[in-house]
């Protein structure tokens, strides 16, 4: 149901929209049930002429348990919610399953940058790319992430992979995603972070093998245009051509001095 709304493009997106079902449907279950009891209530019972109203004062236990026993099930519906929670918790944020590649996000106000591991797998070697506002994965891969601040708390969150973790600065977070499908997918920082938070996106591209080494050569030659880029182009007056962070020509100096 969720995928018609939002794209599901990671391996755990399912079992994220599982759990969106299981809330939903038990919840669903009671909103109705309640509320279908509550209006049969409120008519049987409405005031007739010549029938005097009863003093209830809810104290007999005949009375109470109309209380207490949906008040259990309720109880033991949580339970079930917690328990099928904490699987995929497990799963998602407990587990770190071998990895096929690695990048590190960094936030900061009010960009990411993304630093590529390179054909070699490895970060901080020369082969690394690093990218703002774009990232770019390979389908079908396990990726791990280090996450990044550079300043205050951020949220790294791509809603097609239902991922959302949050930056903390002074930390370096792990944690993994694997994409299952190609396109381009929306980022958006999901913690208040400052007045630049709304604009605080960025665009996650899922390549086929090919287009990712192709689009990774052309970012290094400096021919690559983002995706990002082009849609902003006209609003914001980004540069024509990701590059990489240097401290006064940084994405987020530049932003600042748009404002
Ligand atoms: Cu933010």
């Not at 099930?73 to 071998?98: C, E, G, R, S």
């Not at 007056?237 to 990489?244: C, F, I, Q, V």
């Amino acid at each position: 149901m969720i995928e018609y709304y939002v794209q599901s493009a990671s391996s755990f997106a399912g079992d994220i929209d599982n759990l969106f079902l299981v809330i939903t449907l038990i919840i669903g279950f009671w909103f109705f049930l309640v509320f279908g009891i509550f209006v049969y209530l409120m008519v049987r019972y409405r005031r007739k002429d010549g029938v005097k109203a009863k003093y209830i004062t809810g104290e007999k236990h005949s009375e109470t348990k109309w209380t207490h026993y949906p008040h259990y099930a309720v109880v033991a519906f949580d339970v079930v919610i917690i328990a099928i929670n904490i699987l995929v918790w497990v799963d998602i944020k407990q587990t770190l399953p071998p990895r096929d590649n690695l990048v590190r996000v960094i936030g900061q106000q009010w960009s990411w940058s993304f630093i590529h591991a390179g054909p070699d797998g490895e970060l901080d070697t020369p082969d690394d790319v690093a990218t703002v506002n774009d990232l770019h994965l390979k389908v079908g891969e396990t990726y791990h992430y280090e996450l990044q601040s550079r300043d205050v708390l951020h949220n790294f969150a791509v809603p097609a992979f239902r991922l959302r973790q949050d930056a903390v600065p002074g930390r370096t977070i792990s944690g993994w995603f694997k994409p299952t499908k190609t396109g381009t997918f929306d980022l958006q920082c999901a913690e208040m972070c400052g007045y630049g938070h709304g604009i605080m996106g960025a665009a996650v591209t899922v390549h086929s093998e090919e287009s990712f080494n192709a689009t990774m050569a052309q970012i290094q030659k400096g021919s690559y245009e983002s995706h990002y880029q082009k849609r902003m182009g006209t609003k914001t007056d980004l540069p024509s051509k990701t590059s990489h962070i240097g401290k006064e020509d940084s994405f987020a100096a530049l932003l600042a001095s748009i404002f």
